[in-house]
């Protein structure tokens, strides 16, 4: 079964198994999305986005 994401560029739901996920619409990096999580969707989208900016501090 494949991960669903998150784009962050134009907001679309996806599901993708490669990694990076990238956006079959706008080619946007993708983030996971858990749907069994009780979290908050504004919650989810805020560590959401501390991720990947330290993903992306890391590679740099």
């Known amino acids: 079964m494949y991960s669903k ?5 134009c907001g679309g739901s ?3 198994e490669e990694i ?5 619409v706008c ?3 993708g983030v996971k999305i858990k749907e069994d999580s009780k979290v908050s969707e ?3 989208w805020r560590r959401a986005i501390l991720r990947a900016k330290q993903f992306v501090e ?3």
């Open 58 to 60: 890391k590679i740099e």
């Open 5 to 9: 994401y998150k784009c962050f560029g």
């Open 42 to 44: 504004e919650k989810r």
């Open 20 to 24: 990076p996920a990238i956006c079959p």
């Open 27 to 29: 080619k946007g990096k």
């Open 14 to 16: 996806f599901n993708s």
